[in-house]
């Protein structure tokens, strides 16, 4: 996952770093209205970036609340009044292991901790939170333990999104994998939230908006990122993320 930065959470703005916990990513906003771009949390405004696709889920703490992000299929606008947010971006298929619930439940939502563990051990974690002087360093912490508690992740899930990032067919990855398609579809939807296909379509608009957002023209993303034509990589940016390419790239 690209790692971007921007104005200091405690100035709000958005500022993200690569965790100590294998491809996650540590992330904070402060309360001001300007969007952070992709990942799960803040508040929406005028001008801000919805929060796009990405095959991730995320741990939230913000105002005393700990949340958890399902994986999105579709561009997600965050409601609600100005807040402070940290979170913790887990690579993609690593989360359920370590919380505890499939992916697929959490699909499309954001949901309290609470509704997923049990009462007590939430609020020792806010406790922990709350009395830390940096939250996002003490999420990390909770999230290495979370990790170490559930032992190494599944490799079988990482190659798969590796093979599927670098544009490879749903059918050979299932092969080479030495799965058949519907046991594969099965795995996807506990780890991921979906199926392959439309994980390798949200890892596809990845690619082609990091792309875009270096300045390689639409046609030349298009065909970098895997997609038939510039009309197919439209159509896809469109379904996913509710707007033109242009007007996305256009919020910054």
Do not use: I
């Amino acid at each position: 996952m690209a790692v971007e930065t921007s104005a200091g959470a405690a100035g709000g703005g958005y500022a993200e770093r690569p965790s100590r916990l294998t491809g996650a990513v540590v992330w904070t906003k402060g309360p001001a209205r300007s969007g952070p771009g992709t990942g799960s949390g803040p508040e929406a405004g005028a001008g801000v970036r919805p929060v796009l696709p990405d095959g991730c889920m995320d741990l939230l703490w913000s105002e005393g609340r700990l949340l958890v992000a399902g994986p999105d299929t579709r561009a997600y606008v965050p409601a609600g009044p100005p807040a402070r947010w940290a979170g913790l971006r887990f690579f993609p298929g690593t989360a359920p292991g370590y919380l505890g619930v499939p992916a697929h439940e959490l699909r499309d939502r954001r949901v309290e901790l609470a509704e997923l563990w049990p009462a007590a051990r939430v609020r020792r974690l806010g406790a922990r939170l709350e009395a830390a002087p940096d939250p996002a360093a003490a999420l990390e912490e909770a999230a290495l333990e979370l990790a170490a508690a559930a032992g190494p992740p599944d490799p079988l899930l990482r190659h798969l999104v590796a093979a599927l990032d670098a544009g490879r067919p749903v059918a050979a990855t299932a092969e080479e994998l030495g799965l058949g398609e519907r046991r594969l579809h099965r795995r996807s939807l506990a780890a991921f939230g979906y199926g392959p296909k439309t994980l390798a379509r949200v890892l596809r608009l990845r690619r082609a908006l990091a792309l875009a957002r270096a300045g390689v023209p639409f046609a030349e993303t298009a065909a970098r990122a895997g997609f038939a034509d510039q009309a197919h990589l439209a159509r896809n940016v469109r379904e996913l993320t509710g707007m033109p390419l242009r007007d996305l790239l256009a919020l910054g």
